[in-house]
Structure formats: structure tokens, C-alpha cells
């Protein structure tokens, strides 16, 4: 029987899933070599948060990751290394000298030892107590993720742009066959309905942008040899997001939107001042609405997938096994559906704040 090449890779995909999700790390093996009891909560948030590099799969008992580079700002100016030489050290045994300063990793965040110490100490919050925070603008894993999907977008529409000049009668055929019905769909179904036939055009582009870029996003955080690269599961990826809509909102704002934010007309003075805070913060819910909506819903799906996963080491039973890989499955194929949805909420209630702010006056 053969097999399609896209069937193959999504099987593949599915089946690196527990591979990819479930992979020990160095601090996670006891000092005999064996593996420490399993904390179901250590390993979600493991996954789900960001990280310095990419951790791929074990072999012969040590991990094999991609490093991404750690970019401080120090007391002694810029201070640059890869993350490899922290060895796949997260528990902050691990020292990296580099720039006249010690540097240790604890829970994928970077810590520079003060001077003269020669260990990271903790109190009893287990928080450290002789080492700061320097700046990181280090490239994380999520950072890394979308820089690769802005590499990806541009391809698709300079590709697309370039098979539509090279067509008789602007025809799309290739990828430009695929782009084509995406645009047309937030033009008529997102944008013209939302904004208005007059006024739709100025925020196409914006609009267009964010679906696509968060589509895109969400889709790669799908991706198990990503190892949870999900950056729209990142707060402030979302609330970045949030705040462009919010500034362009706000921008747009003609008298109209003004007035009925301030000053509601066609109702009693004291209903008018009731109202004006209610609707000035009211102005500041829906950016934050958008924030947590699209992370809430994107790190959930990881969630769920991961808890149940989880049960088959909680319960240390192989008869769990396909109980849980056949509802991770399920779950995930429902999160490949969510991609596309969350992509399209976000999109449409920007595209509904943008034709609250330019609506005219009814008379």
C-alpha cells in the first residue's frame, strides 16, 4: 500500500509527538543515573514556556539540542555566548565565565553571579539570593520561530506577487492558487463587513498580516521536532498584537467614536457620566480581551495535550498508553482546526474595533 508524502509526514509528526513532548533534560537525572519521580506540573510549564534552545531528542543518555546565541548587557558592557555551554544545565549548577562575569541558567532564565561567588545560593523560596538579572535580549526559541515565520510569509508572498505578474489575465496558479482564497475571504467576510465598503482598503494590510502571521505561528507550535516553539502561547506576543490593534483603534477614532465614549448622545446627562468611565475602560478591555483570548486558548490546547500524555508515567502503566495517545490525537487534530479559528477571531474583532472608531454619525 503506498502512502501519500503528506499523510507520511503528518503520521510522522504525530508519532515524534511523545518523543518530542517527553524527553528527560540533565537536572531532571539523579546523582545514580536514574530518573527522578515525575512531576506532571515541572514538565507542562517546561514545555510551554520559552527557552534558550531547541532540545531535540536524547541519545545514549545525553540530550541533543540546537544552541541559540544569549545576548547580555552587563555591568562590563555586551557580553555574548551559545547557550551549549551551559551543557543542558538548567538548575543553575552549571558557570559560564565569559566577559569577566559568571553566569549560570536556572529555569531558562540567565543569572550573573556577584562578584566572588562562586555558586549560585538560594533562600528558602528557592529563589537565588546572590545573583541578578542582567539585560537578555538573547534569541530564544520563540524569537527564533518568528523570524522563521516572517522568512516563511515573505517567501509565500513574494511568490505569490511573482506568479501573478508572470500569468496571462492575473490567473493565480501554484501557491498564488492558494493565497488567493485566503485574501478574498478577509476582504469580503472580514474586512468589508466589519469596516465598511468605503473605508476597508487603509487596514487590509494590517489585517492580512495578523492572520496570516498568527495562523502561520500557530501552526508551528504544532510541530513536535519544534519542541513547543508556540509563540502565540507567549503573553507578549499576544499583548504586543493586542496593543498594534489598540493603537490603530485609537488613531482611527473619529468625532463619532469620540463622542460616544465621552459623551454618549441620545441619552440623560447623569447617564452620560455614568457611562463615560465605563466605556473609557471599556476601551482598554478589548486590546486585553484579544491578549488572553488568543494566548488562553493556543497554550490550552498544549495543556491538555501534555496532561494527558502525562498519565501514561503518573499511573506507570503501558495500559494507559493508548488511551492517552489516541485522545492526544484527537485533541490535536481539534488544534489544528484551532490554529485557523484563532487566527480569524483576532482578525475579525480588530477589523470590529476599526468600524466602531471610523462609523459616521446616523441621522
Not at 484563532?342 to 441621522?363: D, K, P, R, W
Request: proline share 5%.
Amino acid at each position: 500500500m503506498q502512502i501519500s508524502t503528506f499523510k507520511a509526514i503528518i503520521l510522522g509528526l504525530f508519532l515524534a509527538l511523545p518523543i518530542a513532548g517527553f524527553a528527560y533534560d540533565k537536572d531532571e537525572v539523579d546523582s545514580d543515573g536514574e530518573n527522578e519521580e515525575f512531576d506532571p506540573k515541572e514538565m507542562i510549564l517546561h514545555h510551554v514556556k520559552d527557552a534558550h534552545g531547541f532540545h531535540l531528542f536524547d541519545w545514549q543518555g545525553s540530550p541533543v539540542s540546537i544552541p541559540l546565541p544569549i545576548i547580555l548587557w552587563t555591568e562590563n558592557g555586551l557580553t555574548t555566548f551559545m547557550s551549549s555551554a551551559f551543557h543542558h544545565d538548567d538548575s543553575g549548577h552549571e558557570i559560564v565565565e565569559a566577559n569577566g562575569g559568571k553566569f549560570v541558567k536556572l529555569h531558562e532564565k540567565i543569572y550573573q553571579l556577584d562578584a566572588g561567588a562562586t555558586s549560585v545560593e538560594f533562600d528558602a523560596e528557592h529563589h537565588p539570593i546572590n545573583a541578578k538579572k542582567p539585560l537578555n535580549f538573547s534569541v530564544t526559541r520563540n524569537v527564533f520561530m518568528m523570524w522563521v515565520s516572517v522568512a516563511v510569509l515573505l517567501f509565500i508572498f513574494i511568490a505569490s506577487a511573482r506568479r501573478y505578474r508572470k500569468s496571462d489575465g492575473n490567473v493565480p496558479t501554484g501557491i498564488a492558487g492558494f493565497v488567493e482564497p485566503l485574501v478574498v475571504f478577509v476582504r469580503d467576510e472580514i474586512a468589508k463587513p466589519m469596516i465598511g465598503e468605503h473605508k476597508y482598503k487603509r487596514y487590509m494590510p494590517y489585517l492580512l498580516t495578523i492572520f496570516f502571521f498568527i495562523w502561520i505561528n500557530n501552526i508551528f507550535g504544532l510541530i513536535p521536532i519544534l519542541n513547543g516553539a508556540n509563540l502565540s502561547g507567549n503573553i507578549a506576543f499576544t499583548c504586543t498584537l493586542a496593543v498594534f490593534t489598540f493603537i490603530i483603534t485609537t488613531f482611527s477614532g473619529n468625532k463619532n467614536y469620540w463622542k460616544h465614549i465621552f459623551w454618549m448622545p441620545g441619552v440623560p446627562v447623569p447617564m452620560k457620566i455614568f457611562l463615560m468611565p465605563i466605556e473609557i475602560i471599556g476601551m482598554f478591555v478589548k486590546p486585553i480581551s484579544l491578549m488572553i483570548r488568543l494566548f488562553a486558548n493556543i497554550t490550552a490546547g498544549h495543556v491538555i495535550i501534555l496532561a494527558l500524555m502525562s498519565l501514561i508515567f503518573v499511573f506507570k502503566s503501558i495500559y494507559i498508553a493508548p488511551v492517552s495517545v489516541a485522545f492526544s490525537l484527537f485533541i490535536t487534530v481539534i488544534e489544528v482546526i484551532v490554529t485557523a479559528i484563532q487566527a480569524y477571531i483576532f482578525t475579525i474583532l480588530s477589523a470590529l474595533y476599526f468600524g466602531m472608531a471610523t462609523e459616521e454619525e446616523h441621522h
